[in-house]
């Protein structure tokens, strides 16, 4: 994942540089098939459970096993993907697992865009001994592995949501750290930053009004694609028994709960996995489209 520095040199450039970048990806097939799929899922995310008014943990042992409609076994409209071991609906189970997924995600790449990038920026700007030393953090940080960090921050109590966000982001920041340390490296010498300097702006009011709203935007369109990849991690985790846990749904744990009924209740497994499939598709056809339409207006295609 490489950025490309911008060829603009003002703050007021790179807003409509980055206005350029989003309506050419808007453009693009591949955005629209991905927003749409990515915008049913939420809204069905968003209503569908408050609507049915099923509680995605209330055990129905009468109901239990029940395979979905389009199976031609069961004309439970009730339950319209089936129902779990224990009765639960799998369609609300999988929508609100979703909605847990998604959300942790989220959280995640901004705890990691939040830590990488100010660091990033540090020690771009200031270099020398500080950013040394930020570089050395970012080196140990990437020796070790997510799944590593994971057992031994979230294996030793019982993991709970800030706490999962935090070790996903703080085990992905060096990649930004790194990105905005060598972007920030080259626009330190613009010569609008040097007109601050002059003027007499302080090195944190070059910073924060000048470098960061001309560099995020384009950190920003990579971090979509980050979003599915904090969801897999998150997915694995609950797989693992180191994620949410039960009876809170989310994709980890229901796909975990499904493997011992693979062969004779094989939607319990396959429910959440094809919503999770949808919505890192969607995710990842967006994320495209923005990187191809940042590279290409960075290089002068339009």
């Not at 199976?71 to 609100?96: A, C, E, F, K, Y």
């Not at 940080?141 to 982001?169: C, D, E, K, W």
Request: net charge positive.
């Amino acid at each position: 994942m490489s950025i490309t520095s911008s060829h603009s040199s003002t703050p007021l450039a790179s807003r409509s540089l980055a206005r350029r970048v989003f309506d050419r990806a808007v453009a693009s097939p591949g955005f629209r098939v991905g927003a749409a799929i990515f915008l049913a899922l939420m809204l069905a995310t968003a209503l569908y459970p408050e609507l049915s008014a099923i509680d995605p943990t209330k055990m129905d042992v009468k109901a239990r096993l029940l395979p979905p409609l389009f199976t031609g076994t069961n004309w439970n409209w009730g339950h319209p993907l089936g129902t779990d071991q224990i009765g639960r609906d799998m369609l609300v189970r999988s929508l609100v697992g979703l909605r847990y997924s998604f959300l942790i995600g989220m959280a995640s790449v901004i705890v990691m865009l939040i830590v990488g990038c100010a660091l990033g920026t540090v020690a771009g700007y200031f270099g020398g001994r500080t950013d040394a030393v930020i570089m050395r953090l970012t080196d140990a940080q990437l020796s070790i592995p997510m799944i590593i960090l994971a057992i031994a921050v979230l294996g030793v109590s019982r993991p709970t949501i800030p706490a999962i966000v935090l070790v996903l982001g703080m085990s992905n920041w060096p990649v930004y750290a790194r990105m905005m340390r060598s972007i920030v490296m080259t626009e330190r010498q613009r010569e609008f930053v040097r007109a601050a300097k002059i003027g007499g702006s302080t090195d944190l009011r070059i910073i924060v009004t000048l470098l960061l709203p001309l560099l995020l935007p384009s950190v920003l369109f990579s971090s979509v694609l980050d979003v599915a990849r904090m969801m897999i991690f998150e997915s694995t985790l609950g797989f693992l028994g180191l994620g949410v846990q039960p009876p809170t749904p989310t994709f980890g744990n229901i796909i975990a709960d499904g493997r011992k009924y693979l062969l004779n209740a094989w939607w319990i497994a396959t429910m959440p996995g094809l919503f999770l499939g949808l919505t890192l598709t969607s995710i990842n056809l967006m994320g495209a489209a923005l990187e191809r339409a940042r590279d290409t207006v960075h290089a002068g295609g339009e």
